[in-house]
């Protein structure tokens, strides 16, 4: 375990000989933990409408995109495609889109489930406990929302309310999930404008207390459309965290060191930022789960929460092939099993 100094202190290292004992020590605890194999998730972006105004994304509600919702068909279809691949599990992820009502979600969850057997995953934003219930004993197994920074004023900033007066509290519905059972999974953005180290330091060892099963980081990357795009206010007094594939990494580190069971994503932002090298360096620094791409091509480009992200062009066959390639390349392999985290498990 590491202090909030070392955490610090590893944040700002650029000595690369030191960096590399980081590294070395995340991967061999990732080995001895949760194993060589990689979990596959199949991520089925289900729609782009969203009701909210985060600063950070680029399909928050007021922006120009065109919007799609998938149907019921094409949901299944994805995951079908997921299964074919051989994958534990698929992520269903949205905007917060609330022309899905909680009946039509679960009816998906047990088609999914009858058809495929699947682990599935949640991501759809903040919903109320009713909602989160019903889902559970319709089949869901996981839910994954980033409580993005643990930093409360710098949320609120980047994470305005549905209405005003209305209070976000991310911290509350995760532990809405995990009295519900679900495999509970969050993540932090790094190197949003305005985030000092102290705040990220502060999200790691978040991790740790609230005991996550499931850890998604990966760097902000500015979107032209949004308010921290166009106006970032960045500090100036040296303790600005970058948002690039190098902190990333060393996020991911720390994570795994921090929290050795749970199942850590080599994220797609990183990808997006570093290409393959940066998809294998996750994997190579503690992270254990890649969530290849499974929406329909004609929607992948309108789901651009951020500009160019990875895969946007590819079909799921493409997606599938790449991270093939990818693990083969480093040595490691895709699990077969449905992936369930390790810290769950051992919690139960
Ligand atoms: N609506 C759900 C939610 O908010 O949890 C799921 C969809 S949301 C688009 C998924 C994640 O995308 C967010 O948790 C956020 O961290 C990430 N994201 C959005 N905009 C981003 C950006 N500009 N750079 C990096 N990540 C971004």
């Known amino acids: 375990m590491l202090a909030k100094e070392e ?9 690369e000989a030191e960096l590399a004992k980081l590294y070395d020590r995340a991967d061999k605890i990732r080995k001895e933990n949760v194993g060589d194999e990689v979990h596959l998730r199949g991520l089925i972006e289900i729609s782009n409408y969203c ?7 680029g399909i928050r509600a007021e922006n120009k995109v065109t919007r799609y919702r998938m149907s019921k068909e094409e949901i299944v279809e994805s995951a079908l495609m997921a299964k074919k691949f051989g994958y534990g599990t698929v992520v269903l992820q949205a905007g917060e889109d609330y022309h899905f009502t909680a009946d039509y979600i ?33 089949g869901a197994n996981r839910y994954l929302i980033r409580f993005e920074t643990s930093n409360p004023e710098l949320f609120k900033k980047i994470h305005p ?19 519900l059972g679900y495999e509970v999974g969050s993540g ?36 032209p459309d949004t308010p921290l795009g166009k106006n970032p206010e960045y500090r ?8 690039n594939v190098d902190m990333a990494f060393k996020v991911v580190a720390l994570t795994r060191i921090m929290c ?24 190579a620094k503690g992270g254990n789960v890649i969530m290849p791409n499974m929406t329909p091509v004609k929607y992948r480009k309108l789901y651009e929460i951020y500009p160019s992200k990875a895969g946007s062009l590819h079909d799921a066959q493409k997606s599938h092939d790449d991270v093939i390639e990818t693990l083969t390349s480093i040595g490691r392999f895709p699990s077969t099993g449905l992936g369930n985290s390790k810290n769950y498990e051992s919690r139960k």
């Open 260 to 283: 050795p069971k749970a199942n850590i994503p080599s994220t797609t932002a990183v990808s997006t930022l570093g290409g393959a090298k940066g998809r294998a360096g996750g994997l």
């Open 106 to 138: 679960a009816d998906i969850i047990k088609e999914i489930k009858v058809q495929t057997g699947m682990a599935i995953t949640l991501s759809l934003g903040e919903k109320s406990y009713k909602e989160l219930k019903q889902w559970k004993e319709a």
């Open 7 to 15: 955490i610090i202190n590893w944040l700002k290292c650029e000595d």
């Open 188 to 223: 932090a953005l790094i190197g949003i404008p305005g985030q000092s180290y102290d705040d990220l330091a502060n999200d790691i060892l978040k991790f740790k207390e609230i005991d996550l099963d499931m850890i998604g980081v990966g760097p902000f990357i500015p979107h």
């Open 51 to 57: 009701a909210r105004l985060c600063a950070y994304c």
């Open 236 to 243: 100036t007094d040296g303790e600005q965290v970058p948002s």
């Open 161 to 179: 309310p549905l209405k005003e007066g209305m209070v976000c509290d991310r911290f509350e519905v995760l532990k809405s999930l995990r009295e």
